[in-house]
C-alpha cells in the first residue's frame, strides 16, 4: 500500500513525464471524434506526435518560469552581498583573492578590478604578519568557522583593524577555497584604547590621592603630637601661674606683711582676691584644657563664689550668674576678670550695710548680678546690685579709690571700651567692648 501511495505521489507530481502527457491527451480530448485514431493507423502516430509537441511546450515553460526565479534568487543574493555592510572576500588556497564585494573593496581602499587576483597577504600589517600565517593554516585544517583579529593596510598606506571570520568551503577535491567576513572595529579598538588610557590616568590619580592621603595621615600624626606637646606645655605654664600666684597670696597671708589695722588689712584682702581673680583664669584653663579660650559662665561662677566667702560677715546676698555660651580670649578675659572683682568686692563692702533692708526698699532680696552677652558685634559686661548705690556726691567714673580707678583704666585701654553707670535701684555697671580684638579680621 505504502509503495502504491509513493508511485501515485510520483504521477501527480506536475513536472514528471507521466503527468505531462496525461494534460497533453486532455488538451487533445476536445477535437473531434473523427480524428481520433485507430489502432496502428498513421493518425495514431500523428496524435502520439501532438502529444509529444504539447509535452515539449509545457517543459520548456516550467524551465522559463524556472529560470526567472533563478534570476530573481540571484539578483537578491547580488544585492545582499554586492551592498552588504560587511566586506566579503573568497581566497583561494594560497590565499589569493577570488572575489570581493563592494564592501570588501571600499575596506582597503583599492578598485575591486585591482584587488581580485592580489595576494591577501600583502594588505596584512608587517607587525600581524605571523599571526596571519598561523590563522590561515588553521582556517585551511578546520571544518568550522574561525575568528580573529588583525591590523590590515589600505591602498594608500593607511591602517585600520578588523575582526575576521573565515571558514574553508568544499568547492571540489582538488579546488578549495575560504570565504571570509570582514568587520571594520577600528573605532571599537580606539574607544577601547582610550578607556585604557582613562583607566590608567584613574589609577595614577587615585595612587597619587592614596599617596598624598598617607602624607595627610603622617602630618595629622605629627600635628597630633606637637599639639599634645603644646597642649601639655601650656598646661604646665598655667599650673604654675596659678601656683606662683597662689604663693604670692599665701605670702600676703602672713602675719606682719602690712599693718596690722583696719586698713592694711582690707588692703591685704584685696590684694589677694584680685591675685585671686588672675589664678583662678588659669586654673580655669588648666581644668578645661582649652588654652585659648576662658569658659566665662565656669569663671564667673566660681570667681563669684570666692568672693562672696571672703565677705561671709557682710550677709546672705543673692548672686545670679548669666554668661552661658560665652568664651573670651586670654588678653580680654583677665582684664575682665579684674573689672568684675572690683565690682563685686565694692558691692560686699558698701552696697548692703547692716542698716539697709533690700526687702523693704527694693522689695527683693540683697541681690548681686553678673552677666556677659553678645549683642550686634559687642560684649556687654554687667555688674549690678540692688544696694544702696552710690552717695550723690561721688561720680563713679572720677572716683578717686584705687579700685574704681582700676576698673576705668582696664575698661578703657585694655578692652577699648565705653563705661556707663546707673545709680536708679543700686548700681550698675555697662561696660560694652568689641567682639573682635583690635587689628583682627
Not at 36 to 49: A, F, N, V
Amino acid at each position: 500500500m505504502a509503495a502504491d501511495t509513493k508511485k501515485q505521489d510520483r504521477k501527480e507530481t506536475p513536472e514528471s513525464p507521466d503527468a505531462l502527457r496525461r494534460e497533453a491527451g486532455r488538451r487533445l480530448a476536445g477535437q473531434a471524434e473523427s480524428l481520433l485514431p485507430e489502432s496502428g493507423s498513421p493518425e495514431k502516430l500523428i496524435h502520439e506526435l501532438q502529444v509529444h509537441q504539447i509535452e515539449l511546450e509545457m517543459q520548456n515553460e516550467a524551465l522559463r518560469e524556472a529560470r526567472l526565479a533563478l534570476e530573481e534568487s540571484r539578483d537578491k543574493y547580488l544585492d545582499l552581498y554586492e551592498f552588504a555592510p560587511v566586506g566579503y572576500l573568497t581566497l583561494s588556497d594560497r590565499a589569493v583573492i577570488e572575489e570581493a564585494n563592494l564592501m570588501g573593496a571600499a575596506l582597503f581602499g583599492v578598485d575591486r578590478r585591482k584587488l581580485v587576483r592580489d595576494r591577501f597577504r600583502r594588505f596584512i600589517d608587517p607587525g600581524d604578519l605571523e599571526r596571519w600565517d598561523q590563522y590561515f593554516v588553521a582556517v585551511r585544517r578546520s571544518t568550522v568557522k574561525t575568528t580573529g583579529e588583525f591590523r590590515f593596510l589600505k591602498g594608500d598606506g593607511s591602517r585600520f583593524h578588523a575582526r575576521v571570520e573565515s571558514v574553508k568551503i568544499e568547492r571540489s577535491q582538488k579546488d578549495p577555497v575560504v570565504r571570509m567576513a570582514i568587520i571594520d572595529i577600528t573605532e571599537q579598538k580606539r574607544t577601547e584604547v582610550e578607556l585604557a588610557q582613562r583607566s590608567a590616568d584613574i589609577q595614577a590619580v587615585n595612587e597619587e590621592l592614596t599617596t598624598a592621603g598617607d602624607e595627610l595621615r603622617r602630618n595629622e600624626v605629627c600635628l597630633t603630637q606637637s599639639l599634645e606637646e603644646k597642649e601639655a606645655l601650656l598646661s604646665e605654664v598655667h599650673h604654675r601661674v596659678k601656683n606662683n600666684l597662689a604663693a604670692f597670696i599665701s605670702l600676703l597671708a602672713l602675719d606682719g606683711t602690712y599693718e596690722d589695722s583696719p586698713a592694711g588689712r582690707r588692703l591685704k584682702q584685696d590684694l589677694q582676691n584680685r591675685a585671686r581673680s588672675m589664678a583662678l583664669i588659669h586654673e580655669t584653663l588648666y581644668q578645661t584644657r582649652k588654652f585659648s579660650t576662658v569658659d566665662m559662665n565656669i569663671y564667673l561662677t566660681t570667681l563669684t563664689g570666692q568672693l562672696a566667702g571672703s565677705y561671709q560677715g557682710k550677709g546672705t546676698v543673692r548672686t545670679i550668674i548669666d554668661a552661658d555660651g560665652v568664651s573670651l580670649d586670654l588678653a580680654r578675659a583677665t582684664p575682665c576678670g579684674l573689672i568684675i572683682n572690683e565690682l563685686i568686692t565694692n558691692s560686699f563692702k558698701y552696697a548692703f550695710p547692716a542698716s539697709f533692708d533690700c526687702a523693704a526698699i527694693r522689695h527683693e532680696p540683697c541681690t548681686l548680678r553678673v552677666s556677659i552677652a553678645r549683642d550686634n558685634g559687642m560684649y556687654v559686661l554687667v555688674v549690678a546690685d540692688n544696694g544702696v548705690g552710690f552717695a550723690p556726691s561721688i561720680d563713679p567714673k572720677t572716683a578717686k579709690s584705687f579700685g574704681l580707678k582700676l576698673v576705668n583704666f582696664l575698661a578703657r585701654h585694655q578692652l577699648r571700651a565705653t563705661v556707663q553707670v546707673s545709680t536708679d535701684k543700686g548700681t550698675e555697671y555697662s561696660i560694652r567692648f568689641p567682639e573682635k580684638k583690635p587689628g583682627s579680621t
